[in-house]
């Protein structure tokens, strides 16, 4: 009985203690969740971390594969200070002269002040030294003093960071584009950052010295997935191409800003796209997307919106006869002016085209849809202008295109709209106009990605699409590019003439008008077509907006960069180069007679006598001509001189245009040199002795 006694003792007592020390565990552990906790989560902290790992972001390539867009690693310096050994700290001069020496970003007491800050209490830990340091740099900067201790006894930290390069600079910047911290993603990188980046995963890290983290192996182990690839349409010669002929135009012409864009016709492929803006500092650079986001009146490239409508309905063909009534209409209140005089009156469709007539295209779209303008808006609807393109980046505004019902519809907007005023477009929505009239009337979405690669793997491949399928009758769209052909041969673009390169274009000169200010003589000099003339391969657009050099006509602003692109886009296709002994030689083609200025009658019918050329002429009763030549006829034409109005000296050199001014008593002035351009004020203004006139020889 004492030994069941014993036993019993035994185990209460056992059971006592345990349910003590029970008592003793609950109550540590509350106090330490309670009463502790705050202290110990920070001490955890202190030790442990979440952090998240992303994948590499995926790189952007030209159509043929060249790199336009990767991320590169780069490096932040900093120095933990607490770390800093005394006996190196008189070396912190000698350091700051080094760093000061070999990056050139600021003095050796700006790097020194720094560090004596980073001395002060409390003493820095993560004190900034440098940042964007390249790999190269980093055995440099090892081996500066008290860097070349490390990191234990030197204080050395270096952070690794991505930083997103173009290899080729400028080129094309702003469509590929950028994302960026605390800015608004743009182009090709914000449309496909989806696909470009990586997948981002967490992972433990635990701290097991100053400043020091390593991978903790847990439920998070896992690695991210690296950005697919996106490969453009773009071809890099051709952007190079084309930003450089456009850049010299704008610093020739000292222009604020302007674009210029290359399609493929056949499938709406952006081969190239160039976007300058002149910055603070006098240099242009991919400010903006012009070509994309900036919509503004079009001004005469749009009458051949004008004239395939025209053409599509029946009403016209281009031997219809217009009376272009001297180059001058009034439509109600407002009187519409051709921007240059011309001898004649009645004139063909074509030839209005060729010398871009704003009295000859607004007659006509008047006399046929003054009674129901809503048809010609319909037709422009057909034709695809009323809509956006749907291009694959961002910022792409829709085109303004009044109708009659709209407040602001006048009696004038119908004749206006005919000429590329009381309408807006961006380069890119008129260029994807133009291309379809090249594609005989097909049009297609304008787009700059080809596919997706995942390494060397396609995930998704994009094809061509097509907006409209006829925006006109293909008989119209092949004669549309006859007309236009016959612009670079014998009309506003005939400076740019080339026989061994076919181009058919259209140009236009547009006055800017400035919020609610009106139009001011601020202009925008634009071109648009395609080449080679008879089969496009390529359509493209240049715009050049406000040149203030003294010249502003689409012909010799924009023109001059068309004519760039072309030649120096086929002088480097060997294809495009017959051997001269392909094929047998042809007769020689009859000479056409050389261009000749106008001027005074009698020394011009002197001239030609002397050259055996032979001669027509309406001119007899008047002192000043304009003469045409044809393969073997000079025609002359009577120039008109009316008292009290300035006359046209356009298309003259110096020498006659200063005389027959003064002979009027006119005061020249000009600027430039070989023959008239420009005048102000336009001939046909009123005037009287003593005024002065301006004149811009080129």
Not at 639 to 663: C, F, H, Q, W
């Amino acid at each position: 009985m004492s030994i069941k006694r014993d036993i019993s003792w035994r185990i209460n007592l056992v059971f006592l203690l345990l349910c003590g020390m029970g008592v003793l565990i609950f109550g540590k552990a509350l106090k330490i969740q309670v009463m502790e906790g705050d202290f110990w989560r920070k001490q955890g902290a202190s030790t442990t971390r979440i952090d998240t790992i992303e994948g590499d972001r995926g790189n952007i390539y030209s159509e043929d594969g060249r790199l336009l867009a990767t991320s590169l690693p780069i490096f932040e310096l900093r120095m933990d200070m607490r770390v800093l050994d005394d006996s190196l700290v008189g070396q912190l001069d000698t350091l700051a002269a080094c760093l000061a020496g070999y990056f050139k970003d600021r003095s050796k007491e700006e790097y020194y002040q720094r560090f004596q800050k980073g001395l002060e209490e409390p003493v820095n830990a993560y004190l900034f030294i440098k940042g964007d340091v390249n790999y190269d740099d980093l055995p440099v900067v090892r081996n500066f003093p008290v860097l070349k201790y490390g990191k234990f006894k030197g204080g050395l930290i270096i952070e690794t960071k991505n930083k997103r390069e173009q290899p080729f600079g400028m080129l094309a910047r702003r469509t590929i584009g950028y994302m960026r911290e605390n800015a608004q993603p743009i182009g090709i990188e914000a449309t496909y950052d989806a696909y470009l980046r990586g997948t981002q995963v967490p992972r433990s890290m635990y701290r097991v010295g100053v400043n020091t983290w390593v991978p903790l192996f847990d439920q998070f182990d896992t690695e991210p997935q690296n950005g697919k690839d996106v490969y453009t349409t773009i071809d890099v010669n051709l952007q190079d191409i084309v930003e450089t002929s456009l850049r010299q135009a704008l610093q020739l012409h000292g222009a604020d800003h302007g674009c210029a864009v290359v399609m493929e016709v056949k499938t709406g492929k952006v081969k190239a796209i160039a976007n300058l803006g002149l910055n603070e500092q006098g240099q242009y650079t991919e400010d903006f997307n012009y070509a994309i986001g900036e919509k503004g009146d079009p001004g005469s490239t749009f009458k051949i919106a004008a004239l395939a409508a025209l053409l599509d309905a029946g009403f016209v063909n281009d031997t219809t006869l217009v009376d272009i009534e001297g180059g001058k209409k009034k439509y109600y209140d407002q009187w519409m002016q051709d921007a240059s005089w011309y001898p004649y009156d009645t004139i063909t469709l074509a030839r209005v085209i060729q010398i871009s007539s704003n009295v000859g295209i607004s007659k006509l779209v008047d006399q046929f849809y003054r009674k129901a303008p809503g048809e010609f808006i319909d037709a422009l609807q057909r034709m695809g202008i009323t809509e956006p393109t749907g291009i694959d980046v961002q910022g792409e505004p829709k085109p303004l295109v009044k109708k009659p019902e709209d407040k602001d519809w006048s009696g004038i907007s119908l004749t206006q709209m005919s000429i590329g005023y009381e309408v807006e477009l961006t380069p890119l929505q008129l260029l994807t106009f133009f291309n379809a009239i090249a594609n005989d009337g097909t049009m297609m979405r304008p787009y700059l990605v080809n596919s997706i690669k995942d390494l060397n793997t396609e995930v998704l491949h994009f094809k061509p699409t097509v907006l409209k399928r006829q925006i006109c009758k293909k008989p119209t769209a092949r004669k549309v590019r006859e007309i236009m052909k016959s612009v670079v041969e014998a009309g506003t673009a005939k400076s740019i003439y080339n026989p061994k390169f076919s181009m058919a274009c259209k140009t236009g000169t547009a006055r800017i008008a400035k919020e609610d200010q009106g139009y001011r003589p601020v202009y925008q000099a634009s071109i648009a077509g395609f080449f080679p003339a008879e089969e496009p391969e390529y359509s493209c657009i240049v715009v050049i907006k406000s040149p203030t050099s003294g010249q502003y006509y689409g012909g010799t602003v924009a023109a001059p960069v068309f004519r760039d692109i072309v030649e120096k886009y086929y002088s480097s296709k060997t294809k495009s180069h017959k051997a001269i002994n392909q094929t047998p030689k042809e007769e020689m083609a009859q000479v056409k007679l050389p261009p000749v200025k106008n001027g005074y009658r009698t020394d011009l019918t002197a001239i030609f006598n002397q050259l055996a050329f032979n001669q027509k002429s309406t001119a007899e009763n008047s002192d000043w001509a304009v003469p045409e030549g044809e393969t073997d006829t000079m025609k002359l034409f009577s120039m008109k001189v009316i008292d009290n109005l300035v006359p046209n000296v356009t298309g003259m050199g110096l020498r006659d245009a200063i005389y027959l001014l003064e002979s009027q008593g006119l005061k020249v002035r000009f600027s430039g040199q070989g023959q008239v351009v420009d005048q102000s004020p336009l001939y046909g203004s009123r005037c009287k002795k003593g005024d002065v006139v301006s004149l811009n020889l080129n």
